[in-house]
């Protein structure tokens, strides 16, 4: 029986104090190791993947190692928001960074790939709720209108994550033993749960009764799972318009079909209907997802291109990734002061998303520039990607009430994976074509290096055809920032006053 409780008990939280400047500081620096251990992650184990085929003596699988992470991740972020929202945040917290710890430990101790992919999708279990628990515990501690001012800490989390894989990965895969990533986390993973277990007892609770539609859950994880495997072996493993993919594509949208039928039927859905329909959330998870994934898929793809293009070493082309690492940070700084202090909050991020897609439109149309051009232009891309990332985010919680921030949170990061799998995967079938390589011929970019040949010409058209379809999904995004509702921020600001030409608008 649908319990009225369900739908009219207050939030805890209404009448608890704000939390002051050093108590949110502290909220952030207890979760920060937390997050940093899941961006870190994004990136160090790529380093190692050599290493750990030889090593292992399995190149054939090794493709799992990122996408058993990719898969299990992807599937529990909705999870993590709604426990979040009926169990608390700090608990969740806990949860995920055990699981992720567990996860590491049984990779370092792997024998064998099986092993080591299975402890990768624990690691996902518990890697894919962290992030999302992150955005929502600051949204908790945070007004809408105050949380750019928090950016920079956030952004100093993610430079450090994005600078640190590849330089620790590289040193740990050249001079120690590849399960020295895996061990790594062990220590910081408790460490990082002994500070947000104390960080966040101050942490306001927006508690409210509800009931976890197990039945909504599994058939959503299912769906995401069938479709992030066709994603995966698509091209690779198996023609796109073979048997098994369309199997696997049909199996997603039937399984997809039944959760919306779920949806209409359920006393209290997984996905609340009035969040799905919620347009400020429709918009701003799609530009997230489209900046997300073109930055994700410009990360898996832009070694290959420095390598076969311009003839760097692999180390020189990890160098010639930091531009891409780093400068999102920067705009995702001014995006969120502009979130604080600017009424039409959503001005900077559509000006830095459109000088994006011009820079990514010259490297399309130019594919074999000089490399200070292209390096360049992926940093204004970079730049205006982080750009979208606050500004979605923010607006898609302010959106809601504040019990439901959690669940429309995993709701945005869920699609978000999923989106951003889509991109990588449709880059790569572009790759994958332009070179000539067919299913079943072998994966990796010595295989592509060698479908292609040496005329540098041929090579540099392959990716501008790469660079012209990531434009595309900037263009969807910008399109989506545009039409995102320019709603007031809750929580106090330094708002200036209109001045005559805003009143004259």
């Known amino acids: 029986m649908n319990d009225p409780r369900l739908h009219t008990a207050p939030a805890i939280s209404q009448n608890a104090p704000p939390l002051s400047f050093s108590e949110v500081r ?240 359920a006393p209290e859905p997984f996905l609340p209907l009035p969040i799905l329909a919620n347009p400020v959330v429709l918009a701003g998870t799609i530009a997230s997802a489209c900046a997300v994934g073109v930055a994700l898929a410009l990360t898996v793809y832009l070694p290959l291109y420095l390598q076969v293009v311009h003839k760097l070493s692999a180390s020189l082309s990890g160098l010639a990734l930091i531009p891409l690492v780093v400068m999102s940070t920067p705009g995702s700084i001014l995006s969120g002061r502009a979130l604080s202090q600017m009424r039409h909050y959503k001005r900077m991020p559509i000006a830095a998303l459109t000088c994006a897609i011009g820079a990514m439109a010259v490297v399309a149309w130019w594919p074999a520039a000089p490399l200070w051009l292209v390096v360049f232009a992926l940093a204004i891309v970079s730049f205006g990607c982080g750009s979208t990332y606050p500004v979605s985010t923010v607006c898609v919680q302010n959106a809601v009430a504040a019990n439901q921030v959690g669940t429309v949170t995993g709701v945005m990061n869920f699609f978000r994976a999923l989106a951003s799998a889509l991109e990588v995967a449709v880059l790569g079938a572009i790759v994958l074509a332009g070179f000539g390589v067919t299913p079943g011929r072998g994966r990796g970019a010595d295989l592509l290096i060698q479908a292609a040949g040496t005329d540098t010409a041929e090579l540099a058209h392959v990716f501008g055809w790469v660079f012209a379809a990531a434009g595309c999904f900037l263009v969807i995004g910008l399109a989506a920032l545009i039409l995102m509702e320019e709603r007031p921020l809750r929580g106090p600001g330094s708002v200036p006053p209109l001045d005559g030409k805003e009143i004259a608008r």
């Open 26 to 265: 502290q909220v952030i620096f207890g979760i920060g190791l937390g997050m940093f251990l899941a961006a870190l992650n994004q990136t160090i184990v790529a380093t190692a993947l050599p290493s750990i085929g030889r090593d292992l003596d399995d190149f054939e699988n090794l493709p799992w190692v990122i996408n058993a992470y990719l898969l299990t991740s992807t599937a529990v972020a909705p999870l993590y928001g709604k426990l979040s929202d009926i169990h608390g945040r700090r608990a969740m917290m806990l949860t995920a960074i055990g699981l992720f710890t567990a996860g590491s430990v049984m990779c370092a101790l792997a024998g064998n790939m099986i092993v080591l992919s299975l402890g990768r999708a624990l690691q996902g279990v518990g890697g894919g709720g962290i992030m999302p628990l992150a955005q929502i515990i600051i949204a908790d501690a945070i007004t809408p209108r105050e949380r750019g001012r928090y950016q920079a800490y956030i952004g100093i989390i993610w430079v450090g994550a994005g600078i640190a894989g590849p330089v620790f990965g590289g040193l740990i895969a050249d001079h120690l033993h590849w399960s020295a990533i895996f061990w790594l986390n062990a220590p910081l993973g408790i460490v990082g749960a002994i500070m947000s277990r104390a960080a966040l007892k101050r942490l306001p609770r927006h508690d409210r009764q509800h009931r976890l539609d197990l039945i909504g859950a599994l058939l959503i994880v299912a769906a995401a799972v069938t479709l992030l495997l066709a994603l995966a072996w698509g091209g690779v493993r198996y023609a796109w318009m073979s048997g098994e993919i369309a199997s696997l594509l049909l199996a997603s949208s039937a399984i997809t079909a039944l959760f919306g039928w779920r949806l209409m039927r």
